[in-house]
Each structure stands twice: as structure tokens, then as C-alpha cells.
């Protein structure tokens, strides 16, 4: 029990007391060159208006053997998309099953590394090794190529974003942390969540263990956001919906006219944009 509750705080207290994480080192992607770091994808806020509201749910540390049937039960009966960012090595005879049904059932897969470990301590060539060690994994399963990463902890520095990016991946942290793996009760995730979300959302939840306070919070979350008329989708929708919306911004945007979502794009990160930049 000792030893397990050690590995516990070990494997999810890193989180927080993760000093060489960066969060809001910038890095691009997606196909409107979008800054995806921490910082740049809180302020998707500031890009969307509200006539078209959506969030992106993620589930981190599956494939879980015993709850992830429930997350999709409820993610169906709400017609909810989610992207369930997966370990390598949690991915075996029992739960290569899981991960097809995840796909099957119109859910995007990510890597989330084989192992859930710190990746900026290891050299590049292990970290390349988590990434393609994982992407086979989960290849094999759903037959279809791997597009998102989410690296553990959040920690990520310029070499692991560049390996990220030689296996056409995009690395992406999230915009709203449940905090579920603390144990608060559902009361309190909702809470949580609700508090925080905003339009165009990265809601971050995890799967693994038994986290019945996630399984328990998820229908009131869901509930309560498709009420107030969200959405929920997939990392890629997600990112078609963003870029299409920073696209249709730029015609709409006049010749040196300052726009209003600072620091959205590559390279762009403490100036105001021009038009200039957005063509
Ligand atoms: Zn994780």
C-alpha cells in the first residue's frame, strides 16, 4: 500500500512540482500555424465569439481495464466526441480491445507516451523511442495514423516538440484542468470545470485507475455545457473549427488593422497582429 501510494505521488504530483516545465514555451501547429502552447491556447477564448460554442474533452493515462466502458456510455448517450490520450504500455491483450472500440465509436486516439515519463530528462533518441513505441501500439489497433501528443506532466522543451514534429504529430496541452486525479468529489469537479470552461476549451480528465469521481461528474458537466448550447468534439474538429475561424477573421481584417487576439499565431507572440499576419 506504502509503495503505492508513493508511485502515486511520484507519477501524478510531478504535475505541480514540475519546475522545468514550461507550459508556455511557444510551439506550432495545425494547419493555421497555431501557437499551441499553454498561454496561446488559453487566449482561443479571445478568438471565438459565441454563436458557435464547442470544447474538446480529453481523457489522459488509459487505456483503462475498468472505466473507460463507462466514459463511453456516457459520452454516447450525449452524443459527446472526446480524445483519449493513451500509454503505450498500458495498451495490451486486454485493453488493445478498448482502444478499437474507442476509435470504433468515433473517438480520436492520441499518444500520451509509452511510459508517463518525464520526457524532457531523457535523451532524444528515448524520447523518440516513447513516441514511436506508442504510435505503433495504437496503429495497430485502429489502422490509422496518429496525429495528437500530449506529453506527461505537461513538460516539454524545444527537442521533444521538434521530435513531436518529425513524426507529423502536434503536441497539445489543455485549457481546463479538472484536477480529477486529487480524488475531490464529483461536486467538486463540476465545479471545476464549469467554472473555468470557456469557448473552444481543452478540458483536461484522466482514465485510469477507478475515478468514479470522473465517471460520476462527467453527466452533469456534459449536461449543464450542451445546455448553455456546447458542443463537444474531437481534438481534430476542434482544430478545424479554430483555424477555420482564424481564417475567416483574416478576411474580415483590413490592411495594418490591429486585431484583438495578441499572440495567437507562431513567432507572433508579444507583438499585436496586423492583416499582414494573419494572410
Ligand atoms: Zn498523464
Redesign the pocket.
Known amino acids: 500500500m506504502f509503495i503505492r501510494i508513493i508511485t502515486f505521488l511520484l507519477l501524478y504530483s510531478s504535475a505541480v512540482f514540475c519546475g522545468d516545465c514550461n507550459f508556455n514555451l511557444p510551439y506550432c501547429g495545425l494547419s493555421c500555424n497555431l501557437d499551441l502552447s499553454y498561454r496561446n491556447l488559453s487566449n482561443i477564448k479571445k478568438l471565438l465569439n459565441n454563436d458557435d460554442k464547442f470544447v474538446a474533452l480529453t481523457f489522459?493515462?488509459g487505456p483503462s481495464n475498468n472505466r473507460v466502458n463507462d466514459i463511453i456510455n456516457v459520452l454516447e448517450s450525449y452524443e459527446a466526441k472526446a480524445t483519449f490520450?493513451v500509454?503505450g504500455e498500458r495498451i495490451n491483450k486486454k485493453t488493445y480491445e478498448i482502444v478499437k472500440k474507442i476509435h470504433e465509436a468515433g473517438h480520436e486516439l492520441g499518444n500520451?507516451s509509452w511510459s508517463?515519463r518525464k520526457l524532457t530528462s531523457l535523451s532524444s533518441e528515448e524520447q523518440l523511442q516513447e513516441l514511436e513505441k506508442t504510435n505503433t501500439a495504437i496503429k495497430n489497433a485502429i489502422k490509422q495514423d496518429i496525429k495528437w501528443f500530449?506529453p506527461?506532466?505537461g513538460c516539454h522543451d524545444d527537442n521533444l516538440i521538434e521530435n513531436t514534429n518529425k513524426l507529423n504529430m502536434y503536441s497539445i496541452l489543455w485549457t481546463v484542468d479538472s484536477l480529477d486525479w486529487q480524488g475531490d468529489k464529483p461536486e467538486a469537479l463540476v465545479e471545476r470545470v464549469l467554472s473555468n470552461v470557456h469557448n473552444g476549451a481543452v478540458i483536461l480528465f484522466?482514465d485510469h485507475n477507478n475515478r468514479s469521481n470522473t465517471i460520476e461528474a462527467l453527466p452533469h458537466i456534459i449536461k449543464i455545457l450542451k445546455k448553455s448550447g456546447y458542443k463537444f468534439v474531437t481534438l481534430s474538429e476542434w482544430e478545424e473549427r479554430v483555424c477555420n475561424t482564424v481564417k475567416a477573421r483574416s478576411v474580415t481584417i483590413k490592411e495594418g488593422e490591429k486585431v484583438r487576439f495578441e499572440g495567437m499565431l507562431c513567432g507572433q507572440k508579444t507583438k499585436s497582429l496586423t492583416a499582414e499576419h494573419l494572410y
Open positions: 489522459d493515462d490520450f500509454l500520451h508517463h500530449r506527461p506532466y484522466h
